[in-house]
């Protein structure tokens, strides 16, 4: 049997979800726009100015494109932040890079995650996007294990086109993101 891409199961998934949603055409089924990863690095910039630099580097070698560096919109005197303070990093996969890390996700990083069951159905949110957090950027092949000092935790959202939550899941189970089954949840 042939292994099938996301790109390719993105395109079948029209057959399989034709009959439950009631679809006329292939433009109406859910597809995938963008791959968004968060980091947020809080106030570490402060106790170490390269830290971000650090951090945006290993984000770029595991998404394959320059991270940006996002600031605080809003100054808070209590976390003793300023506005334009650079808090997080972020970057946007789209086209061909986000096909590519989605392959990477579910076939290498996931399987490596410690004690990994499945994700949560209820991750799906009700526009119809899976938000998934990840503990520990080490699951993913590029990184080096001599870089264990500085383990931080990233949110990978994917975005789709689905319009609601039970057409969120149903798209993603069928380009083959692994949810809990039923039995997993009630242990």
């Given at each position: 049997?042939?292994?099938?891409?996301?790109?390719?199961?993105?395109?079948?998934?029209?057959?399989?979800?034709?009959?439950?949603?009631?679809?006329?055409n292939?433009?109406?089924?859910?597809?995938?726009?963008?791959?968004?990863?968060?980091?947020?690095?809080?106030?570490?910039?402060?106790?170490?100015?390269?830290?971000?630099?650090?951090?945006?580097?290993?984000?770029?070698?595991?998404?394959?494109?320059?991270?940006?560096?996002?600031?605080?919109?809003?100054?808070?005197?209590?976390?003793?932040?300023?506005?334009?303070?650079?808090?997080?990093?972020?970057?946007?996969?789209r086209?061909?890079?986000?096909?590519?890390?989605?392959?990477?996700?579910?076939?290498?990083?996931?399987?490596?995650?410690?004690?990994?069951?499945?994700?949560?159905?209820?991750?799906?949110?009700?526009?119809?996007?899976?938000?998934?957090?990840?503990?520990?950027?080490?699951?993913?092949?590029?990184?080096?294990?001599?870089?264990?000092?500085?383990?931080?935790?990233?949110?990978?959202?994917?975005?789709?086109?689905?319009?609601?939550?039970?057409?969120?899941?149903?798209?993603?189970?069928?380009?083959?993101?692994?949810?809990?089954?039923?039995?997993?949840k009630?242990?």
């Amino acid at each position: 049997m042939k292994h099938l891409t996301v790109k390719e199961k993105e395109i079948e998934s029209f057959e399989k979800m034709k009959s439950t949603f009631h679809y006329k055409n292939k433009m109406a089924t859910p597809k995938m726009v963008k791959v968004v990863l968060n980091i947020g690095t809080g106030t570490a910039i402060k106790k170490d100015k390269n830290k971000n630099d650090a951090i945006g580097e290993r984000l770029a070698k595991i998404t394959g494109q320059k991270a940006a560096l996002r600031g605080a919109k809003q100054s808070i005197a209590s976390f003793k932040v300023r506005q334009g303070d650079p808090i997080g990093i972020v970057a946007t996969l789209r086209g061909k890079r986000m096909y590519a890390f989605l392959e990477k996700l579910i076939n290498v990083a996931l399987p490596r995650t410690k004690d990994f069951r499945g994700i949560n159905p209820g991750a799906v949110d009700n526009i119809g996007n899976l938000t998934i957090g990840i503990k520990e950027h080490t699951i993913f092949p590029e990184t080096a294990d001599e870089d264990i000092k500085d383990v931080f935790g990233l949110a990978i959202t994917l975005v789709s086109t689905a319009k609601n939550k039970k057409e969120g899941k149903t798209f993603f189970e069928l380009i083959g993101i692994p949810f809990k089954k039923e039995e997993d949840k009630k242990k």
